[in-house]
Structure formats: structure tokens, C-alpha cells
């Protein structure tokens, strides 16, 4: 089992930057990567983001490359997404995932179904 826990959510104005972090706890050890997903009112599950832990390699929705960008610390078992310039159209809640499945590419975390563990969500609300 792996256990989630997403912070760093809130309301802020467009053009603001927040972090958000997700602590891991549990059988981290298998975790071969660790994604960033988010779920607006009305509309379905969307992929923002996937780190792997060993190397660090990344992958970024096209709506926010540039902005967005999703780090690991080893030593605390956390990852973060660092959200800069936001819009009205992030706002969504934001949950992380940890996939213990491989995927050749990383791109290839950006499909939901790799990932076992979810974390509770975290709300981002970005006013205009």
C-alpha cells in the first residue's frame, strides 16, 4: 500500500503561482513513477503531469508546458508541482498518483490507468 497525501492548494488570481506538494508514505519503494492529475466541475479527469523517481524525467499536458513543472525530493518522499502564471481554466482539484507499473516512455504515464494510488485531492481555484 501507498498512501497519498496532497497540500498546497488554494485560491488565488490569475497570473499567481502556488506549489503543491504530495507526500508518499508506505511501500514508496515500488512507486516507479508519480503523476499529477486534476478533475474540473463538468468535465472529466485530466493528466497534468508525471515524474519518475529515479530519473527525474518528466511529462507535461500541452496546456500547461512552460508553466507547470513537477520535482522529486528522495529524502522526503514527496513530489511537488510548481504552478506558475495561472488562469481561471486550472482551477480544478488536483491529485496525485503513484504508478507502480513501467512504461518505456514517459509520455506513457499520462494514462490514468497506470496508476494504483490515489491521492485525497487538493482544490485549486484560480479567480479572473
Known amino acids: 500500500q501507498v498512501q497519498l497525501v496532497e497540500s498546497g492548494g488554494g485560491l488565488v488570481q490569475a497570473g499567481d503561482s502556488l506549489r503543491l506538494s504530495c507526500a508518499a508514505s508506505?511501500?514508496?519503494?515500488?512507486?516507479?513513477?508519480m503523476g499529477w492529475f486534476r478533475h474540473a466541475p463538468g468535465q472529466g479527469r485530466e493528466f497534468v503531469a508525471a515524474?519518475?523517481?529515479?530519473?527525474?524525467?518528466?511529462s507535461y499536458a500541452d496546456s500547461v508546458k512552460g508553466r507547470f513543472t513537477s520535482s522529486r525530493d528522495f529524502a522526503k518522499n514527496t513530489v511537488y508541482l510548481q504552478m506558475n502564471t495561472l488562469k481561471p481554466e486550472d482551477t480544478a482539484v488536483y491529485y496525485c498518483?503513484?504508478?507502480?507499473?513501467?512504461?518505456?516512455?514517459?509520455?506513457?504515464?499520462?494514462?490514468?490507468?497506470?496508476?494504483?494510488?490515489w491521492g485525497q485531492g487538493t482544490q485549486v481555484t484560480v479567480s479572473s
Open positions: 515524474i519518475v523517481w529515479n530519473t527525474g524525467t518528466t
Open positions: 498518483a503513484a504508478a507502480m507499473g513501467y512504461s518505456a516512455r514517459t509520455s506513457g504515464y499520462a494514462n490514468s490507468q497506470m496508476y494504483e494510488y
Open positions: 508506505g511501500r514508496t519503494f515500488s512507486s516507479r513513477a
